[in-house]
């Protein structure tokens, strides 16, 4: 059976029925193929609802639930502590992926991913809080320090793209430049 997992802010309108996709599709009763597929509209769900099998997917659909993303991470520690079983150490990796590539898009380093999976499995209130905020705050100075070499390189970059048309401009022909360049 397909199902739709819909998690955005406005209400779902789209058919959920192929079938209603061709005009006038009454007139040929029940000799219309059709597919049907199960819309899940996670945010008009109940919370009850979706954390009631206690899987790591409850987890995940209650984080989505909680609009938790790259710019309001400290919402998690509070949301993970109210899930109440403990992971196994299959669950939490996929739930480090999850955090990895779904919420900061595949901006985690290494040694960050290794720090998360400790922290996930530590589990223990204000350990883990202050723990996942170090480890926020790892990711935003690991950020920082990127965003610099970034424009580091591209100062360069464009530095030297001044100085060789200034070499031009005082008549230094291209094989003269590249000479100095090497």
């Known amino acids: ?14 058919v959920t029925e192929y079938k209603k996709y061709t005009e006038n599709y009454n ?13 899940f509209d996670l945010n008009r769900q109940d919370v009850e609802a979706v954390n009631s099998t206690r899987k790591l997917l409850d987890l995940i659909f209650r984080l989505d639930m909680l609009h938790i993303s790259d710019n309001n991470l400290n919402k998690f520690p509070e949301a993970f502590m109210e899930y ?4 196994s150490t299959a669950e939490i990796a996929v739930l480090t992926n999850w955090l990895k590539y779904v919420l900061l898009k595949n ?6 991913e290794k720090e998360l999976k400790q922290v996930l499995a530590k ?6 809080t202050h723990s996942f905020e170090r480890f926020v705050d ?4 690991e950020g920082i320090t990127v965003g610099i070499q970034k424009g580091r390189q591209e ?11 200034k070499l031009k401009q005082g008549g230094m022909s291209d094989e003269e430049i590249n000479k100095y360049l090497q």
């Open 107 to 112: 901006k985690m380093s290494p040694e960050l």
């Open 1 to 14: 059976m397909p199902i739709v997992l819909y998690n955005g802010d406005d209400k779902w309108t789209a």
């Open 84 to 87: 109440d079983r403990d992971l």
């Open 27 to 39: 007139i040929f009763g029940n000799n219309i193929i059709n597919f049907e597929y199960l819309l």
């Open 123 to 128: 589990k223990e209130g204000n350990v883990m």
């Open 155 to 165: 100062g360069i970059q464009k530095g030297m793209e001044k100085i060789i048309e």
């Open 138 to 141: 790892g990711k935003y100075n």
